[in-house]
Antibody, heavy 119, light 106 residues
Framework: QVQLVQSGAEVKKPGASVKVSCKAS????????MHWVRQAPGQGLEWMGI????????SYAQKFQGRVTMTRDTSTSTVYMELSSLRSADTAVYYC????????????WGQGTLVTVSS | EIVMTQSPATLSVSPGERATLSCRAS??????LAWYQQKPGQAPRLLIY???TRATGIPARFSGSGSGTEFTLTISSLQSEDFAVYYC????????FGQGTKLEIK
């Protein structure tokens, strides 16, 4: 069965960086793009960007350009999302979510990783 | 950026009744529209894609309709487990979500 398992909660200070991992299993890793979506406490869903695990190509939401980097490791079927220059407004649950190659919706989601930014 | 607007923000409905949730796009997204359900402390769950196709395992009481800029999610007979927050998402031109509709028990 398809599973996306994310790394554990993080607490970071303002100005630091955080790297969240998402390990995929139960399907061919390189056949499906992966979104990263975040959700601030009590707020809605916000798309951050997308990575193609096959070739590592990425597209980021303009809001996060210059601060976010998405990478993958095909040997471990893992995608990563690194966000730098953290501020309190980045406190949120970060999700990875699988996307069909010829679609844009997400059929499987990770459990989420809470990132707390606090001094 | 395509802006997705959901209405109402909160909908109060009794179990067994029908719920109708709306989603409007600031420009046409064709049928590239998905609906998700999210319960507290859980990740979103895909309900509908392609505006009207139910995802695997989704009960028939959930139905989606619309195209272009106007979309509707209908839950025909509300069960206790359906009370949650619902989001629409367009994937026609990049990806954006609506702000969500909270479906609560009346």
């Amino acid at each position: 069965q398809v599973q996306l398992v994310q790394s554990g909660a993080e607490v970071k200070k303002p100005g630091a960086s955080v790297k969240v991992s998402c390990k995929a299993s139960g399907y061919t890793f390189t056949s499906y793009y992966m979104h990263w979506v975040r959700q601030a406490p009590g707020q809605g869903l916000e798309w951050m960007g997308i990575i193609n695990p096959s070739d590592g190509s990425t597209s980021y939401a303009q809001k996060f350009q210059g601060r976010v980097t998405m990478t993958r490791d095909t040997s471990t079927s893992t995608v990563y999302m690194e966000l730098s220059s953290l501020r309190s407004a980045d406190t949120a649950v970060y999700y990875c979510a699988r996307v069909g190659v010829s679609s844009g919706y997400s059929d499987y989601w990770g459990q989420g990783t809470l990132v707390t930014v606090s001094s | 950026e395509i802006v997705m607007t959901q209405s109402p923000a909160t909908l109060s409905v009794s179990p067994g009744e029908r719920a109708t949730l709306s989603c409007r796009a600031s420009q046409s997204v064709s049928s590239n529209l998905a609906w998700y359900q999210q319960k507290p402390g859980q990740a979103p769950r895909l309900l509908i894609y392609g505006a009207s196709t139910r995802a695997t395992g989704i009960p028939a009481r959930f139905s989606g309709s619309g195209s272009g800029t106007e979309f509707t999610l209908t839950i025909s007979s509300l069960q206790s487990e359906d009370f949650a927050v619902y989001y629409c998402q367009q994937y026609n031109n990049w990806y954006t979500f609506g702000q969500g509709t909270k479906l609560e028990i009346k």
